[in-house]
């Protein structure tokens, strides 16, 4: 497609649910980064791809957060028994090679995830 | 590790007025800066980057940045600010080695009134 995209834009769920959040990155984009923006916060990472494996997790703030890209395309952000303070704008990037390549990264609108 | 400060949590201005939002960072390591620009209820939109060589980085929409190794500052400037410029801007700074994740600043909001 054109640009990052992610589904679904906005979820409410309630606390302790599981929660999958879906992101389609720049066909051919090997790198795929996912964020998290808490309300005034800038963006935190959460982890990063290259292809099929992630590369570096060292964001993921524990181990009910985990993220999948299968296929080296689309990625999916797996929340497991979701609790008020994930409540966030989750986004994702992706870029052709890396951060440094003048294409740099390209983000998607983000997923506003609230917990109830 | 990196860090990245934005001395201002909001800025506001008149149109047509110049403006200087404010960044430093930190880094034991060789870094690439970027400056976003978020509107509301929109994702985040490159600006402008520093990868290497010049130090004044010109962006879209009419705003730049210098780049100053020895303050370590990012400065975001533009001459004459318009309405629609009002908006969360964020200043970024990543490694220039493995992973390239980016490591945000705060945000600054920068308001502009007519």
């Known amino acids: 497609g054109a640009g990052v995209s992610q589904t679904p834009s906005n979820k409410v769920t309630e606390k302790g649910k599981y929660v999958e959040l879906r992101c389609d990155p720049i066909s051919g984009h090997t790198a795929l980064y996912w964020y998290r923006q808490s309300l005034g916060q800038g963006p935190e990472f959460l982890i990063y791809?290259?292809?099929?494996?992630?590369?570096?997790d060292s964001g993921l703030p524990n181990d009910r957060f985990f993220a999948v890209r299968p296929e080296g395309s689309v990625s999916t952000l797996k929340i497991q028994r979701t609790e008020r303070g994930d409540s966030a704008v989750y986004l994702c990037?992706?870029?052709?090679?890396?951060?440094?390549?003048?294409?740099?990264?390209?983000f998607g609108s983000g997923t506003r995830l609230t917990v109830v | 590790a990196q860090s990245v400060t934005q001395l201002d949590s909001q800025v506001p201005v008149f149109e047509e007025a110049p403006v200087e939002l404010r960044c430093n960072y930190s880094s034991s390591v060789s870094v690439y800066l970027f400056w976003y620009v978020q509107y509301p209820n929109q994702g985040l939109q490159l600006l402008l980057k520093y990868l290497s060589g010049s130090t004044l980085v010109k962006g879209i929409n009419g705003f730049e940045a210098e780049f100053n190794k020895s303050q370590t500052s990012f400065h975001l400037r533009k001459p004459s600010v318009h309405i629609s410029d009002t908006a969360e801007y964020f200043c970024a700074v990543s490694d220039q080695e493995g992973a390239q994740k980016l490591v945000f600043g705060q945000g600054t909001r920068l308001t502009i009134n007519p």
């Open positions: 791809f290259q292809g099929t494996g992630a590369a570096d």
């Open positions: 990037a992706s870029s052709l090679i890396a951060l440094g390549s003048p294409s740099g990264y390209t």
